[in-house]
């Protein structure tokens, strides 16, 4: 069963600091991985896509990263602002579907 | 313009009222797809559609009954919802959805749905 797992669910840090998501996943076939921000109450907004062939990739303050061998990606992020508060979701990309994480929720707090 | 539009914003109904969500694109996209998304998860894929036709019904019941009017248009009938379909609704639109394509997906703001 394709599977995308996120950590952590929640995480505090303060404006300024870096931080750093993780999302293992098991899909297969396995075409690419994608990071959405989601703000409250709003449509997803993608940040990376990057195929099995993608080191990494990056998105103004936002760094993805990927390593088709273990399945697993981060999603790093510079010197953080109060905007940065939202839900990142990972997902994976088979060739037919895409499969979700249940997010990881950031607050940044000033 | 890479904006998706989703109206209403908002939708309060009850079980036995009939209504309709509405999504538009104008990027040319092929593909469009409607979502549910309950809080605090993520979004459950609903329906795809391909240059106009249904190509994906993730089991959908037949109370929510999707329609593509044309490429740029994505309706989604309600009818005889239930309490538990309260929800976000999200739209989202890519270039062609085509197997193994890393097209992005553009996702609308959403319907609120509530459902008494």
């Known amino acids: 069963k394709n599977q995308v797992e996120q950590s952590p669910q929640s995480l505090i840090i303060l404006e300024g600091k870096n931080c750093t998501l993780q999302?293992?996943?098991?899909?297969?076939?396995?075409?690419?991985l994608r990071w959405y921000k989601q703000d409250t109450g709003r449509g997803p907004v993608s940040l990376t896509i990057m195929t099995f062939s993608e080191n990494t990739k990056s998105n103004g303050r936002y760094t993805a990263t990927l390593d088709a061998d273990t399945k697993q990606s981060s999603l790093h992020i510079t010197a953080s602002q109060l905007s940065d508060s939202a839900s990142y979701i990972c997902v994976a990309s088979g060739y037919s579907t895409l499969t979700f994480g249940k997010g990881t929720m950031l607050l940044v707090s000033p | 313009d890479t904006e998706v539009t989703q109206t209403p914003k908002h939708l309060v109904m009850g079980m036995t009222n009939k209504k309709s969500l509405k999504c538009e694109q104008h990027m040319g996209h092929r593909a469009m797809y409607w979502y549910k998304q309950k809080a605090k998860k993520p979004p459950e894929l609903m329906f795809v559609?391909?240059?106009?036709?249904?190509?994906i019904n993730e089991s959908v019941p037949s109370r929510f009954s999707p329609e593509c009017p044309n490429s740029s248009l994505l309706n989604l009938h309600l009818h005889a919802l239930q309490p538990e379909d309260s929800a976000l609704y999200l739209c989202?639109?890519?270039?062609?959805?085509?197997?193994?394509?890393?097209?992005?997906?553009?996702f609308g703001p959403g319907t609120r749905l509530t459902v008494l």
């Open positions: 999302c293992n996943y098991t899909v297969s076939p396995f075409s690419n």
């Open positions: 989202a639109s890519s270039q062609v959805g085509q197997e193994g394509s890393t097209d992005t997906q553009y």
């Open positions: 559609y391909s240059y106009e036709k249904l190509s």
